[in-house]
């Protein structure tokens, strides 16, 4: 039993073979990546690498001497097209086969893109998922030219401050009523709203998109109300796929994604999964976790339990967003919220999603002292009144330790 492969060399999987070695894991490691990069961080893509204030190798997550220093076969530019689980085989495109004794799949997801039919498949429209996409994307952020956004979600958002502070004329459309509407209260939208368009961006809500026009190089958009657009590129961020593909050939359950237990573990007992791929249970209900926290706790969980232990993964979800100067830190999960609280003050604001008494998750708007006491709050499972939040009197670090 001394034979781990990891397919997907991403966030999830780079964690877990470092934590497979660091907990003592002494059999043969290969990690398997589709990309030509060494595991790299995805959040600046949309951020600070996109601006174009980050190098590329200030992405990666390991320096490259580290697989070899650790005795890891990384196997980059390799894509594995099929797992037989009755002969415990990965196999490669090539036609060649891993014979694995353990197989953790951590194959994170795709965007979800839009239909060649309405202009998906034109020049100039582009997805931000990998390094590929955003170096693609780069040069058309190029100050006096239009974009049009497509999603109003962290992603959509982020791509949106990044145009703006370039220079260019930015317009984002979100069919929902408002943005965020799928992860955050009305008051975070309206935050991040009223941030954007004091920039300048023309946020349309409620309107979606009709097509994209162009012949071969998109040069317009038509919205849902009848507007048209004249545009330069077009960015689309509107959600993602897990990466189910291979865990479909192992026959493992796949709902939504990869089913996995508190262990991290498919259903296949050799079959471990981890990531943006990977659905878990958390409070009852079954959820994917589409974050960089998750990725990396819920893989070290796996490599854990692959290694031989026995760890249960209780998740503790935490996401961050940059948007011009404000940081956005999300402690929790507002999933089932009845109330939103707001507090003011301390520098920066904070919302405070409740279910009835109890506290769930936290909005931290350039506000990370509220942040930590939140994310500490919430691990504890204590609710501090919403008297106690709203009151800028309270000295909300004493509520730790009331
Ligand atoms: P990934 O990091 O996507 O890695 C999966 C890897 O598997 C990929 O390299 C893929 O090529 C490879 N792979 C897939 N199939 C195969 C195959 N068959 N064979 C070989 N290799 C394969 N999260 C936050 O918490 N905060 C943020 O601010 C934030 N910002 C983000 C901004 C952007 C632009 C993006 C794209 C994501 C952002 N995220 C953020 C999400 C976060 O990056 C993901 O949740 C995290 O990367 C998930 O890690 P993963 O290992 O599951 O997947």
Redesign the pocket.
């Known amino acids: 039993m001394n034979n781990i492969v990891v397919?997907?060399?991403?966030?999830?999987?780079s964690s877990l073979v470092a934590k497979l070695r660091s907990t003592g894991f002494d059999g043969t490691i290969t990690l398997?990546?589709?990309?030509a990069v060494p595991p790299y961080?995805?959040?600046p893509?949309?951020k600070a690498y996109l601006l174009g204030d980050m190098a590329e190798e200030r992405l990666y997550l390991r320096p490259a001497a580290f697989y070899a220093d650790n005795n890891i076969d990384l196997r980059l530019d390799?894509?594995?097209?099929d797992v037989d689980a009755t002969a415990k085989t990965v196999t490669l495109a090539d036609g060649s086969t891993l014979p694995y004794d353990k197989l953790a799949l951590?194959?994170?997801?795709h965007p979800r893109t839009l239909p060649a039919a309405i202009g998906g498949m034109l020049d100039g429209v582009f997805s931000?998922?990998?390094l590929k996409d955003a170096d693609a994307m780069a040069p058309a952020f190029t100050a006096g030219k239009r974009v049009l956004i497509i999603g109003g979600g962290?992603?959509g958002l982020?791509a949106a401050a990044v145009a703006s502070k370039r220079g260019l004329h930015v317009t984002l459309v979100e069919m929902g009523d408002r943005i965020l509407q799928r992860v955050a209260a009305p008051q975070t939208s309206d935050y991040f709203r009223d941030l954007h368009t004091s920039h300048g961006v023309d946020i349309r809500e409620g309107v979606g998109l009709e097509r994209l026009t162009g012949s071969d190089h998109v040069t317009g958009a038509v919205l849902s109300d009848g507007t048209e657009l004249a545009i330069d590129f077009a960015v689309v961020g509107v959600g993602i796929m897990p990466?189910t593909?291979?865990a479909e050939s192992a026959r493992v359950v796949v709902d939504n994604g990869i089913v996995t237990n508190d262990h991290a573990q498919t259903s296949d007992p050799s079959i471990y999964a981890?990531?943006?791929?990977a659905t878990l249970s958390f409070k009852g209900q079954t959820i994917r976790l589409?974050?960089?926290?998750?990725?990396i706790d819920q893989a070290e969980v796996a490599a854990q339990n692959m290694g031989g232990g026995d760890v249960t993964y209780t998740p503790k979800p935490w996401?961050?967003?940059d948007q011009y100067d404000c940081k956005l830190q999300i402690a929790g999960l507002n999933i089932g919220y009845t109330d939103v609280h707001v507090r003011l003050g301390d520098g920066g604001q904070s919302h405070w999603y409740y279910d009835g008494d109890t506290l769930l998750a936290v909005d931290a708007m350039n506000d990370p002292r509220n942040y930590m006491v939140g994310k500490r709050l919430i691990e504890a499972r204590r609710s501090p009144t919403p008297a106690q939040i709203t009151d800028p009197a309270t000295d909300m670090k004493a509520l730790l330790k009331s």
């Open positions: 397919v997907g060399a991403g966030q999830a999987g398997i990546g589709a990309e961080q995805r959040p893509l949309s390799t894509r594995a097209v951590t194959t994170g997801s931000v998922r990998d962290y992603i982020e990466a593909a291979l981890a990531g943006d791929c589409e974050s960089v926290g998750n990725a996401f961050w967003s």
